[in-house]
């Protein structure tokens, strides 16, 4: 009976040490992973100038100027450094191949009169566009995060630069009291102050991390302050005052165009609800149209202009503000 205690206390007791070792083990690999991802933002350099004031679709079109399959890659690393997501390229790729095999082992089994390659291809390329559509929709709900958040850290960095704060004592205390994602930047932008980067590095750097306009106009008012002086919190609170306006004549558009995105999304489904009904009321009506390879075209020319309508539709309503 002796014995039994014993071994089941050395059990419990190795389970919670090896509980703890691993935990701490983690935390101190989350901790080495911050500094050096800081200390890699702070020694970046870069040959060329690079101007705030330019054009922000700039930055973006300089990785697709890039030849063949360097210009591919680099673009995913932004698409994923832009998300805010702990993958890697590595991960993503293999995801994504992982997921072509499995779609086309699928397409070679679906009974459907056609090419088997052409089968495999489409539904490998079907299955392997989901993480892409992941991360392009984890990236865009960041965005919108830091878009969101942004106003109240510039009110926030007026207000404490007016109580006599420093501006790096500022950005601080932003990154403390906002919170994530935006104050997650904030934190990195003041840890390269911190470490001895030169501010249009490091401000240059916070606009490459968040891809916003108002990023842009805040790093410009910052530098151009330097340069030529003023007071930098009645600046940075007109901006805010911008930037909130901007937000409500953005809702009033959208609530202007609600109706035309309503009406693409009925225009899509449609076809699509009106075929199962068939399907489920009249199971061999529509069997000719799948066997006779007229059918087929006339199938395929369908589907594509139902996308080619429902693109055009969301472009006449996607207005920029």
């Given at each position: 009976?002796?014995?039994?205690?014993?071994?089941?206390?050395?059990?419990?007791?190795?389970?919670?040490?090896?509980?703890?070792?691993?935990?701490?083990?983690?935390f101190?690999?989350?901790?080495?992973?911050?500094?050096?991802?800081?200390?890699?933002?702070?020694?970046?350099?870069?040959d060329?100038?690079?101007?705030?004031?330019?054009?922000?679709?700039?930055?973006?079109?300089?990785?697709e100027?890039?030849?063949?399959?360097?210009?591919?890659?680099?673009?995913?690393?932004?698409?994923?450094?832009?998300?805010?997501?702990?993958?890697?390229?590595?991960?993503?790729?293999?995801?994504?191949?992982?997921?072509?095999?499995?779609g086309?082992?699928?397409?070679?089994?679906?009974?459907?009169?056609?090419?088997?390659?052409?089968?495999?291809?489409?539904?490998?390329?079907?299955?392997?566009?989901?993480?892409?559509?992941?991360?392009?929709?984890?990236?865009?709900?960041?965005?919108?995060?830091?878009?969101?958040?942004?106003?109240?850290?510039?009110?926030?960095?007026?207000?404490?630069?007016?109580?006599?704060?420093?501006?790096?004592?500022?950005?601080?205390?932003?990154?403390?009291?906002?919170?994530?994602?935006?104050?997650?930047?904030?934190?990195?932008?003041?840890?390269?102050?911190?470490?001895?980067?030169?501010?249009?590095?490091?401000?240059?750097?916070?606009?490459?991390r968040?891809?916003?306009?108002?990023?842009?106009?805040?790093?410009?008012?910052?530098?151009?302050?330097?340069?030529?002086?003023?007071?930098?919190?009645?600046v940075?609170?007109?901006?805010?005052?911008?930037?909130?306006e901007?937000?409500?004549?953005?809702?009033?558009?959208?609530?202007?165009?609600?109706?035309?995105?309503?009406?693409?999304?009925?225009?899509?489904?449609?076809?699509?609800?009106?075929?199962?009904?068939?399907?489920?009321?009249?199971?061999?009506?529509?069997?000719?149209?799948?066997?006779?390879?007229t059918?087929?075209?006339?199938?395929?020319?369908?589907?594509?202009?139902?996308?080619?309508?429902?693109?055009?539709?969301?472009?006449?309503?996607?207005?920029?503000?």
């Open positions: 009976m002796i014995a039994l205690v014993v071994i089941t206390f050395l059990v419990v007791l190795g389970s919670l040490m090896l509980a703890i070792s691993t935990g701490l083990r983690y101190e690999s989350k901790r080495r992973k911050q500094l050096v991802s800081v200390l890699k933002t702070v020694t970046e350099q870069e060329d100038h690079v101007n705030l004031l330019i054009d922000p679709d700039q930055q973006k079109k300089q990785p100027q890039q030849a063949g399959l360097e210009g591919i890659l680099q673009n995913l690393r932004i698409l994923l450094a832009e998300s805010g997501m702990d993958w890697d390229l590595q991960k993503l790729l293999t995801i994504i191949g992982g997921l072509f095999v499995v086309a082992a699928i397409g070679w089994f679906i009974p459907f009169e056609s090419p088997g390659a052409l089968r495999c291809g489409l539904v490998g390329a079907g299955l392997a566009y989901l993480p892409l559509m992941y991360v392009k929709k984890q990236r865009s709900k960041r965005i919108g995060e830091l878009e969101a958040q942004f106003p109240d850290a510039l009110d926030f960095l007026a207000r404490s630069m007016r109580a006599g704060h420093a501006f790096t004592i500022s950005l601080e205390m932003v990154g403390e009291e906002i919170h994530d994602p935006l104050g997650q930047e904030f934190r990195a932008l003041f840890n390269e102050q911190n470490l001895g980067a030169p501010l249009d590095r490091s401000l240059i750097n916070f606009g490459k968040v891809p916003l306009p108002d990023v842009r106009f805040f790093a410009s008012a910052v530098l151009l302050q330097r340069q030529t002086g003023g007071n930098l919190s009645e940075l609170g007109r901006l805010s005052h911008i930037i909130r901007r937000f409500r004549l953005k809702g009033q558009v959208q609530a202007t165009s609600a109706h035309g995105r309503l009406t693409a999304t009925i225009l899509t489904l449609l076809p699509i609800a009106t075929l199962v009904g068939l399907v489920i009321s009249s199971p061999g009506y529509l069997d000719p149209l799948l066997t006779d390879p059918g087929r075209k006339l199938i395929g020319a369908g589907v594509g202009c139902q996308i080619l309508g429902n693109m055009f539709i969301r472009k006449i309503i996607k207005i920029r503000v």
